[in-house]
């Protein structure tokens, strides 16, 4: 048992992606000590991954005064179980099956350690360190290469019985729409409220427009994507504007849905996708007040994430170790 | 304070309905060992309703040893808000505006009292005496006149943060879709798998194949409900059987999208709807599974309510009370 006081505790916070894992030493305002990254993507072993991770963090942990200070390790990673620490089929690992991560880490760092996905560890970043501080009930949405989300209710994130609640990006908004290729769902709100569907709705509008002038005809298709969609709308362009005007309606009417699930005091907008600003916030939030029963209305705060997109990974990460029993 | 022992406490349930309050003296198995009704509906003034239904309730009390038995009161209402304990702005309730109802019968039978709308009260009463036994994550959907819900996540109702969370026969499933005539609402879950949604589906599916026979043509416009499809249905009529599988369609989407909000072990389905059993049930789970992410397939429990439904209201109220701190 460590003899270091509470408010000198600290934490590290590990986000495993499929190309770079990047980690910290995390303070309880939030405050990122320590970073550094390893390559995720070199490792088909998780045995040698999880050895080149100690080596990179010890040197970090013996910065801040040795394991006395570090309360405990929180992990981000793609397909995480909650409730088993493991990471379950996650595609874009090089590690397949079901990799039980929480108990390597622990045995490797002889340090208590707790897992979950991406999305659920930025809610639980947000809510300690974040625009959701102090926050009972709130829905984090993340607008990035896909949708993910993290659901907060009674003070708690919904991790359902088996861990991996709160899949927004994948419930379907337009029965029979278009085709997700990844999962083969029709009309699902990733699909078109990505970065991914940003393009998408981009390309269709193009093709079903040909006598439409347009600022994006400009660009080979291929490099088409929400950065340029967005710059051309800035610009003035048509249909580059009506690609962001139909981006919010769908995001509107999908949050409409969520909040008469669970009635969140706010919802939390972050990642690539929310650098449109008003662009994507103004219809979404037009579309979601029109979809509300009147009880519900005038009373969700729709509001951007308040911590840098560099540093939340690895603060939702070590969020959890606050959380740990 | 009572020194009547935990194990033989006793709890008042009270659903409060547009027409009629009915109320019951509940023990911790679920056995209701009293119950009567008062008229909802002939009480324009607040106050007078209270005194009458206190006169109603008073020997039952008396009948179970008197108020030292009773650990509270738990009442099931309409737009009920358990943080106020407030009706508010029912649209079929006698009473306008914002009713304080906990407080009137706190004070009226000096016992604690909880409220929340009676979907909730449903799942509560499913938790506690029911199908959701010992079950932490689940979800109720109520299929009457209107879809009610209650969702639990974490062994905790999900309230949200104003007291009005779990109203999923309003969200949105086929956008522009049919037209909710109470909401204003386009394509709302409610207008298609309610009593009255079966209702228009059978008058649409019967006007939009004018050639085709049909057992459903027998009866007048009017009285053509969810029932009489029902029947129609079991005697082979082929339309009456396409009303349900679009109606176990169009739920089957929904709940495949609550499952991927919060995940449950279960979805227990209660109300009238459910006297259709398989002929609703088997769409429902087909269109559930065919649009979940393959992580969540073949794991979630659809079933139906173990409460009678005559039992269910006053169960669902009174189990309130054991939650009461």
């Known amino acids: 048992m460590s003899t270091v006081p509470v408010s000198q505790q600290l934490a590290i916070g590990i986000d495993i992606g ?5 980690f910290g030493i995390v303070d309880h305002r939030g405050d990122i000590l320590y970073r550094g990254a390893i390559s995720t993507k070199k490792h088909n072993n998780v045995e040698s991954y ?7 963090v010890l040197p970090a942990i013996e910065h801040v005064g040795g394991t006395d200070y570090i309360k405990g390790i929180g992990i981000g990673a793609p397909n995480g179980n909650y409730y088993n620490g493991t990471i379950e089929y996650a595609p874009n690992l090089p590690w397949k099956g079901i990799v039980p991560l929480c108990m390597l880490i622990n045995t490797k760092f002889n340090l208590p350690a707790a897992l ?3 999305a659920n560890a930025a809610a639980v970043g947000e809510m300690m360190y974040g625009a959701a501080k102090g926050m009972k009930d709130f829905i984090m949405i ?3 290469t896909g949708v993910g989300s993290g659901i907060v209710a009674n003070g708690q994130l919904i991790y359902g019985h088996d861990g991996f609640a709160g899949e927004l990006g994948h419930t379907i908004i337009i029965p029979d729409g278009r085709l997700h290729h990844g999962t083969g769902a029709k009309g699902s709100l990733e699909v078109y409220c990505s970065a991914t569907g940003v393009r998408l709705t981009a390309l269709e509008m193009l093709e079903n427009n040909p006598a439409k002038t347009s600022l994006l005809r400009n660009y080979p298709v291929d490099e088409i994507d929400s950065r340029i969609v967005y710059e051309c709308a800035m610009e003035g362009d048509e249909i580059a504007n009506e690609v962001y005007a139909f981006t919010g309606k769908i995001l509107g009417m999908s ?3 969520f909040v008469m699930f669970s009635s969140p ?3 939390i907008l972050f990642g690539g996708l929310c650098k449109a600003g008003d662009l994507l916030l103004k219809p979404t939030r037009q579309h979601m007040e029109a979809n509300l029963l009147p009880i519900f209305r005038d009373k969700v ?4 994430s308040e911590l840098k997109e ?4 690895i603060l939702g990460a070590s969020a959890l170790v606050w959380e740990l029993k």
Do not use: H, M, R
């Open 310 to 313: 560099a540093d939340a990974a």
């Open 116 to 118: 979950t996905n991406d």
């Open 142 to 144: 993340t607008l990035g």
């Open 50 to 56: 999880i050895n080149e991770l100690y080596e990179a």
């Open 18 to 22: 499929g190309t770079n894992t990047v």
């Open 301 to 304: 705060k729709l509001i951007f």
């Open 255 to 257: 949050l409409a849905n």
């Open 265 to 267: 005091e706010s919802i």
